[in-house]
């Protein structure tokens, strides 16, 4: 079971208040689909794929950007039950989508630089390391019910 | 996945406008990494003062980004270029190899935080991809 301490509790809160899903959704899966361009293979039909500029230009990667990470919300606001939040959508990822847990965590790791990139100085090492922990329990969560 | 000729010329490009803040960057990077991964404290046992920005992690973060000036300058052959370093992990600091990893994203993480419009996704990539090379010289000697 996670234990959250109250400044965890309030550090998540106030980093999610801040992040603008519409900005940094899109930003975030456009990285992920550069910097690990094998994350590709999922998403055959999103059209232009092909460099860089055609990735931060693809309105398909723009809207899963946003549902990705609005799909965040749900354990912010739940975290003493990250688990059983995501268990169906733990699921559909091994079932139905068959997508490598890996990419959870690839996922994370771009979206702590996007963050950076936003929030600069103010995501401070004790933010981070706050702000990982809390996604490593989302990639845990994610990756619970694969079989 | 080694390093494209485009790759090169990216690193070397953004090391150019970056290198005037390589302590601060390295000092910043080793900082996260003992708060944000407090198993790599193990290594610093003998340090008094973990805390970030203290005196021994400014001096540690200035020699750590002064081996990866040289790895930049070595960017064509960083196996041969960086042998001594390598002898130096594997034989004398014997730091677990997982470790680099670790590292290479916190210095990721600032360079995102101080160079936010310069560190774009096709930065973010040939950076990555060097860090990794880099960690892999490292590691040549282990075994």
Known sequence: MVEWSDSERKTIASVWGKIKVDKIGPQTLARVLI????????????????????????????NHGKTVLNALDKAVKNLDGIKATYSELSQLHCNTLNVDPDNFRLLADCLTIVVATSFRSEFNPAVQATWQKFLSVVVAALSSRYH | MSLSAKDKATVKGFWAKIAGKADDIGQDALSRMLVVYPQTKTYFAHWKDLSPGSAPVRKHGATVMGGVAEAVSKIDDLTSGLL????????????????FKILSHNILVVLATMFPNDFTPEVHVS?????????????????
């Open chain 1, 35 to 62: 910097v690990y361009p094998w994350t590709q293979r999922y998403f055959g039909s999103f059209g232009n794929l092909s460099s860089a500029s055609a990735v931060l230009a693809n309105l398909k990667v723009a």
């Open chain 2, 84 to 99: 001594n370093l390598s002898e130096l992990h594997a034989f004398q600091l014997r730091v677990d190899p997982a470790n």
């Open chain 2, 127 to 143: 950076m990555d991809k060097f860090l990794s090379a880099l960690a892999l010289a490292l590691a040549e000697k282990y075994r």
